[in-house]
């Protein structure tokens, strides 16, 4: 499914596009993939997306991101 980020293989294309918009934009922002546990509810484990963006909008520091 193409649409679905919550594969592995989405969340990666996800996590290209994030990184290519703020880069075009002269923003650099990190963004890892956190593979999750099993959900009962989707019937598949899942892949978090997790990148230093605080509202949706860059910081100017990358401390503190784990």
């Not at 919550?6 to 990666?12: K, L, P, V, Y």
């Not at 989707?42 to 963006?53: E, H, K, N, Q």
């Amino acid at each position: 499914m193409k649409g679905d980020y919550c594969t592995r293989e989405g969340a990666e294309r996800l996590k290209e596009q994030i990184e290519a918009y703020w880069a075009e934009r002269g923003h650099e922002v990190r963004v890892n993939l956190v593979q999750g546990g099993f959900l009962a509810s989707m019937r598949s484990a899942r892949t978090d997306v997790r990148s230093t963006l605080v509202n949706g909008v860059p910081v100017k520091s990358t401390e503190n991101f784990g």
